[in-house]
């Protein structure tokens, strides 16, 4: 009895798909409560084919959703909660994520080429090459954006320049693009019998091909990338239906949320004020500052971007964005490529074992720097190492990289606005780790607080499902949303510190910046070549010269020959 009154007690449900660069879930909340009632969890494979390169697997990527969809209902199910109750889908997605597909036969045709990729170098150099004084910021009246290999334009120019099948499917009007979350909609409502091809303003801000005043696709940046504006998809709001699932245990359920993962989380710790900002802690960093319903452009390298449009008829809110590419990504790279970790809980250990970096810095440019500075010439390093620097030290300094990515995101913020932001509201993956919370708080000198409920871009996504015209679950008023507990970490060192801390992280960036200062130069095979590397291809040159003059001394009659 108790079961069943409780099943009774639940009220609507609503469920959301959470598609990030590493996994997929599906999570399913209460409306009332915004209590997480159940979810389920699969890991993403990603690939690296070359070097910069970064691949994921469309089909993978669907079938990791229908996987949670299902032992999601299992696990609801078990708990004697009737399914039958959720109202609506959101979806919230990894963002600039790039895919074509065939509308025909519904097959991909190419893999997806992940956000934080960097093969797109030598067609932003061109671009940038071709803009009145080389201005990398050209575009930025109508986009809020730089031109940098982060976006989707320029992985979609890329897949038409470099894939055949991609080529001959736009001239045979076959082609569609899409980031993930119009892949999933397409696929989940239908796909080649019926799908719904669409994506919404958060999502379509991130392709520099929409105009973010005008809120649509401008057609003068379509003929600026070359891009035929056909293979586009719908630019919908952010709540609304879209569809209906065509498939499995939830058919019929409407999908009637689509947030990009950081706009999500946004509305998640609901950051609804002009001035109220998040930090979320994923794959990469994300920093976003509500600026009201007028664009901010910014003069300190941040993005200018659509934070959410709640409803068809309801007005766009814009965002300032900082991006930084590696957060969570320096974790696994210390686990997967250095060995020195087995797990993330291992590296707060490590670190926690010193809880000093012993004067070391890391800078985890693996994919460049984005904001504030947009430099895709640099490289990660580690500096400041001595005979005394061990493991421990190196776990330290990785978890204050990415605290000190997030000051800079910070300052520049705070310059842009000119009011110096109180407090920083925190979520994602990484937020679990305890003395990173408390590090960030000393190097921001300002108070961290974190959500007891961590799954903020998942509740966002279903947040906006629920409030969408003809589902109506989930009211969005401020006096209706549900009181978040959460926890506080309040700074711990003086400000003298942590200003000495900082301005030798600043030292350390500048070392990393211009490695790669050169257009790559491509062989036959596709491989670059060594001629990429200047100083190495005058070194060759230089060398190659040297032996046609010995050649030619020696083959002359009467020359100097030694014994």
């Not at 035929?228 to 498939?247: A, F, N, T």
């Amino acid at each position: 009895m108790a079961a069943s009154s409780h099943r009774i007690m639940l009220g609507p449900l609503v469920a959301a798909i959470d598609q990030g660069t590493s996994s997929t879930r599906f999570l399913v909340f209460n409306s009332k409560t915004a209590e997480l009632l159940s979810h389920h969890q699969v890991e993403i494979k990603q690939s690296f084919p070359k070097e910069g390169w970064v691949e994921e697997d469309p089909k993978e990527i669907l079938q990791s959703v229908y996987e949670c969809m299902e032992r999601t209902c299992e696990k609801l199910t078990q708990l004697n909660i009737d399914i039958t109750n959720i109202k609506a889908i959101g979806v919230t997605n990894q963002r600039e994520t790039t895919l074509v597909w065939d509308k025909e036969t519904g097959e991909p045709l190419y893999n997806a080429i992940v956000w934080l990729d960097l093969r797109t170098q030598s067609t932003v150099e061109r671009l940038i090459n071709k803009t009145p004084g080389r201005n990398k910021n050209h575009l930025k009246h109508k986009t809020g954006l730089p031109i940098s290999t982060y976006f989707s334009a320029v992985k979609l120019r890329w897949l038409m320049d470099n894939v055949a099948e991609v080529h001959e499917a736009i001239v045979s009007h076959r082609a569609m693009f899409g980031t993930v979350d119009s892949w999933l909609i397409w696929c989940l409502t239908g796909g080649k019998s019926g799908g719904v091809h669409c994506t919404d303003v958060t999502n379509a801000s991130r392709t520099m091909l929409f105009n973010i005043h005008t809120m649509d696709w401008d057609p003068e940046l379509c003929k600026y990338f070359g891009i035929p504006m056909e293979i586009l998809p719908r630019v919908r709001s952010s709540s609304e239906i879209y569809g209906l699932m065509k498939s499995g245990e939830l058919s019929g359920v409407p999908i009637s949320g689509c947030l990009g993962d950081q706009s999500a989380a946004l509305v998640g710790q609901m950051c609804f004020q002009d001035g109220q900002a998040k930090n979320t802690y994923g794959t990469g960093c994300f920093l976003l500052r509500n600026t009201g319903a007028k664009p901010v452009m910014s003069d300190h390298g941040l993005l200018t971007t659509v934070a959410y449009k709640l409803g068809r008829d309801k007005p766009a809110c814009y965002a300032l964005e900082g991006s930084v590419a590696i957060a969570g990504a320096v974790v696994r790279w210390l686990q997967d490529n250095l060995g020195i970790i087995s797990s993330s809980e291992e590296l707060e250990k490590l670190a926690a074992s010193v809880c000093t970096s012993y004067g070391c810095y890391f800078v985890p440019a693996f994919s460049g720097l984005y904001a504030p500075y947009w430099e895709p010439s640099a490289r990660g390093i580690i500096c400041g190492l001595t005979q005394f620097t061990n493991k421990s030290h190196l776990a330290f300094a990785a978890l204050e990289a990415v605290c000190f990515q997030t000051r800079e995101i910070l300052d520049a913020m705070n310059q842009d606005s000119g009011i110096p932001l109180t407090q920083l509201q925190v979520d994602g993956g990484m937020t679990s780790n305890r003395l990173l919370m408390q590090l960030q708080a000393d190097i921001l000198c300002i108070p961290v607080v974190k959500p007891s409920m961590p799954e903020t871009t998942a509740l966002g996504a279903a947040m906006a499902a629920g409030a969408a015209e003809g589902v109506s679950v989930w009211s969005l008023n401020p006096e209706d949303l549900t009181e978040v507990t959460s926890e506080k970490f309040e700074p711990q060192i003086n400000p003298e510190e942590s200003e000495y801390r900082y301005a030798r992280w600043k030292k350390a960036v500048q070392k990393s910046m211009n490695w790669e200062t050169t257009e790559p130069v491509f062989n036959g095979n596709g491989e670059t070549s060594i001629f990429s590397s200047v100083p190495l291809g005058f070194y060759i040159m230089g060398s190659m010269l040297m032996l046609i003059g010995a050649r030619y001394i020696f083959s002359v009659p009467g020359s100097f020959h030694t014994m």
